[in-house]
């Protein structure tokens, strides 16, 4: 009995091995028989910035194929191989797929296409205003790296220096600054400020432009002084003062003034200005007494000048005195002493006057005698020369401007001669 117990628990043992063999085979065979899908994806490695690239994939044995991306909205279901655009790229982004099948799904594959942005550099030279300019040109140079389209240089407000991809340019710069960008595809890919200085040292920003300092020269006439000469910023006004010297009198302005008043110019260039002075000028008049004639009868004479007059005196006039104006008589010549002022040159004249006196009116010739002798007495005032007694027939019987005498006349009268 116990013999046969053993046998069967042998026995169902060795069925159980049997079955358990059998289904390991029916597995191995299916998993023989169905393969399981596999997925390939593609791309280029990069592009340019917003620019689409197209993404390859192929499967194997798949029925359906499933490709995403962060950059779509949600992923896409496709065939087992094809083509699809990746659309605009902006940055760098991964691609991904996996492929189902009959014999289940595919590991994920990704591929990563890299995007290459738009770069460029921007150079805006500084520059100088020269003088009475109000602006000066900045040199402008650029370079668009991986560009989309066509790169564009502007400045504020609205304005296209030039639109190239690389190049040079030469554009205003008003007094101050001006800001130079770079745009590539409505991209900034630079950004440059040029400055605009006036000329240093010498001019200064005034009035709408770099102005060199400028220059007021002053000229005379005649003798005096003049202030304001020099060198003044752009537009700086200056008031022209004029002091004549002494015996000089102003008579008016040439050149950037004019008239007799004040001078007062604006300095918005060079300037001159000259001041007219000339010799004060007085008249010596004459003033002739009685039996003298002055000639001229007056002059006009420059301040600092001398002059003369002629002093004549009338028959039986003789000079008694000239004065006046500082001056001096030598013989009929009066000169002045210098004329600093109006003055006056007054003459006088002594009229020659003379008495004769004799003894007695008459006498008597005694015998054998032609002659009487007569006691004379005579003075001469005033005289001119050398007065003379004289009888008649114009006979000299003395010269002298007085004295005493006996004469010895016959008959005839007796007369005394100035």
Partial sequence: MKKTKLFLFILSIFILGITIVQAASVTTVLEVGIKSPTASISAASSTAYGIPTNIHWSSTNATSCTISSKVWSKAKAEATSGTVS?????????????????????PTVSVTITI???????????CIIQANKS???????????????????TTPTKITVRSINSGTASYPVNYGSRTFSLYNNGILLDLKTARASCLSPGTSW???????PVTLTINK????????????????????RETPSTGYHFTGWSYSCSGTGSCSVVMTTNRSVRANFAIDAYTVSTSAGTGTTISPTSRSVSYGSKTTFTVTPKTRYSIAS???CNGKLSGTTYTTGTITK???????AHY??????????SCVITLGHSTCPVNLTWRTYYPIGVSAITASTNITAKKANSGTGTFYPRSVAVSLLG
């Fill in 135 to 153: 602006s000066c040109n900045s040199n402008l140079s650029w370079r668009t790296y991986n560009p989309i389209g066509t790169s564009a240089v």
């Fill in 352 to 361: 020659m006057t003379g008495t004769l006196t004799s003894s007695s009116n």
């Fill in 86 to 106: 990746s659309g605009p790229l902006y940055r760098t982004s991964t691609f991904s797929i996996y492929c189902s099948g009959t014999g289940g799904t595919s």
């Fill in 221 to 240: 006439t005649g003798l005096g002084s003049v202030k304001g000469a020099g060198t003044y910023n752009y537009g700086t006004r200056v008031t022209v």
């Fill in 116 to 126: 290459k942005k738009p770069t460029g550099t921007l150079t805006a030279s500084n």
């Fill in 322 to 324: 000239v004065t006046g």
């Fill in 342 to 348: 109006a003055c006056t040159v007054t003459a006088s």
């Fill in 206 to 212: 005034i009035s709408g432009a770099c102005r060199a």
